[in-house]
């Protein structure tokens, strides 16, 4: 069952509609919406069973396929990013993996930044290879006359992140929008650290917006979960995928991301206030080479940055001096922050990619993603952030 947009009243604004699009209230007249822990649906009779599964109405049948806990959430989303339709997964690298496994067939090619997710670049250089389905790369500084020296005939999807994970670069997603418009790509974009509060792919000119909904949309570090929004006519395809091969998001977990885009804005002002804030700090202390914020002045796409997002988002990326013995030093010294891969979370969560996240990379290969040995991500929580700057601090104090 293809899920559609619910329209929210013209003049609702985006916090509004995130606590406000539910699902009808129910005889009960309950003022949270229940929880649907149900597997399956009775059908009144047999030509009501059979007008479903002929898709002449649309109804639920079963909750691989959809469930009202994951409507709502997906209704939700949908329509803080302007989406006509979307689908929700277990896992944000599920999202990833239907969307581009359902668009694309054997011979096909992606063309992707090559500042991604260390899973996603495993999906492309390790998993969709051996379906025939090969991925060039373009550097996030690249602009059209790159993008069409690495395209491709058959090349079928261009898929970014941005900001970019751990490097916290940025791509121009309008510039890149315009030009898959023109050249007939699909663009798909991972807007996991924005969110559709920050930033909104799609009203920029992406096709499909994805969404690692673990991350700043369960904000606690409680769930899994994955979405993908986007043009009704490709979220139906991958509906179909997904309907078939099962990675569908439990009810339970949609209930409670559904609850937590609630506080969605208020949380992520609070996280971009107190990220910014240790950006600017690190910026002064002795042991840092670098710094990376998107809303830092010193960021080479600051510009950009105020341009397509509100604000910098939770993630700050910096380099130690010292590369990897600098970076464990301050790892270990670290008294009460988290030492998680994890991010988006209500706590702050410190993370040494080159050990962890983009291990299985090539050195070289994760240079030219601005990953080093002493590079630190940090992920900052809601915490007062003067404490999160004490621990940080005290772990300095032994470089």
């Known amino acids: 069952m293809q899920k559609k947009k619910q329209e929210a009243p013209f003049d609702w604004k985006l916090e509004t509609q995130a606590i406000r699009q539910q699902l009808p209230r129910t005889d009960y007249m309950e003022h949270s919406v229940p929880l649907y822990l149900t597997s399956s649906f009775v059908f009144e009779d047999a030509e009501d069973m059979r007008s479903a599964f002929a898709e002449e109405k649309q109804r639920m049948l079963y909750s691989r396929y959809g469930n009202p806990n994951s409507d709502e959430l997906i209704q939700k989303v ?23 496994a359902a668009l694309l067939e054997s011979g096909d090619r992606i063309l992707a930044c090559r500042s991604v997710f260390g899973s996603t670049l495993t999906l492309f250089s390790s998993i969709f290879p051996k379906w025939g389905i090969e991925t060039d790369y373009f550097d996030t500084d690249d602009g059209p006359e790159q993008w069409e020296q690495k395209r491709k005939p058959s090349t079928r999807i261009v ?19 315009n030009y898959c418009r023109d050249q007939g790509l699909l663009l798909v974009v991972d807007n ?17 917006s994805v969404h690692s909904g673990t991350k700043l949309m369960d904000g606690q570090g409680r769930v899994l979960g994955g979405l993908v929004v986007g043009e009704a006519e490709l979220i139906d395809r991958i509906y179909r995928f997904a309907r078939v091969s099962g990675p569908a998001l439990s009810p339970f977990h949609a209930w409670l991301l559904s609850k937590s885009l609630e506080t969605l804005s208020v949380r992520v002002d609070r996280h971009c206030e107190n990220a910014l804030e240790v950006a600017k700090r690190l910026e002064q202390r002795p042991q840092v080479s670098s710094v990376r914020y998107p809303f830092l002045l010193s960021h080479p796409k600051y510009d950009l940055a105020k341009r ?77 952030v003067d404490d999160v700057w004490k621990d940080m601090e005290r772990a300095f104090s032994y470089l």
């Open 159 to 177: 898929y970014v992140e941005s900001p970019t994970n751990p490097g916290v670069d940025l791509v121009d997603l309008e510039r890149l929008g």
């Open 78 to 100: 949908c329509s803080l990013e302007g989406a006509e339709a979307g689908y929700s997964f277990a896992s944000g690298m599920s999202a990833v993996f239907s969307t581009l």
């Open 192 to 208: 996991c650290f924005a969110t559709p509060y920050l930033q909104q792919p799609l009203q920029l000119g992406a096709h499909l």
């Open 308 to 384: 397509q997002m509100k604000a910098g988002g939770p993630v700050v990326a910096f380099d130690l001096k010292g590369g990897l013995e600098a970076g464990r030093n301050f790892f270990d010294h670290l008294e009460w922050l988290s030492l998680s891969a994890n991010l988006g979370d209500s706590r702050t969560i410190v993370t040494h990619p080159a050990s962890t996240t983009h291990s299985k990379l090539e050195e070289e290969l994760r240079e030219q993603l601005g990953i080093f040995s002493g590079t630190v991500r940090v992920s900052v929580g809601l915490e007062h």
